[in-house]
């Protein structure tokens, strides 16, 4: 494991179904709790729906396989409340640039209007990501 991250540990919640036997009902089941599938929990959640999420570790993702955000998905972030935690803690940028040897072939800007309330782009470990969903 990475020294740079301490990864939470989530206890086991037992269902109260297997307690007295009786089954559950649950209209919306959720597999997987990386980004996506904890998104889609919360986004049902907050519209009132019933939702049962599941996840095979007890810890957020080990490593990271998403980095580079974009502007809509920080939109999307702050409609579940966590998208100013997420931009304070990572790298904001608008401009990119390629280099082939010595010179610049290629530059974009994701954001040339200066009113947007979010940068173009934001680079943040997935795990961090997970934990601020969780």
């Known amino acids: 494991m990475q020294k740079t991250f301490t990864y939470p540990k989530f206890d086991?919640?037992?269902?109260?179904?297997?307690?007295?036997?009786?089954?559950?009902h649950y209209p919306i089941v959720v597999v997987g709790a990386g980004p996506v599938g904890l998104s889609a929990a919360i986004d049902l959640a907050q519209l009132g729906q019933d939702v049962l999420l599941l996840d095979n570790d007890d810890t957020v993702s080990i490593g990271s396989r998403g980095v580079c955000y974009a502007k809509r998905a920080l939109e999307v972030?702050?409609?579940?409340?966590?998208?100013?935690?997420?931009?304070d803690k990572g790298v904001s940028w608008d401009v990119g640039r390629t280099f082939l040897r010595e010179g610049e072939v290629f530059?974009?800007?994701?954001?040339p209007e200066a009113d947007h309330h979010r940068p173009g782009m934001i680079n943040l470990q997935q795990y961090y990501l997970e934990e601020y969903l969780i």
């Open 77 to 87: 972030l702050d409609r579940m409340g966590c998208g100013d935690k997420f931009v």
């Open 107 to 111: 530059n974009f800007n994701l954001r």
């Open 12 to 24: 086991y919640v037992r269902p109260p179904e297997l307690a007295d036997g009786k089954p559950g």
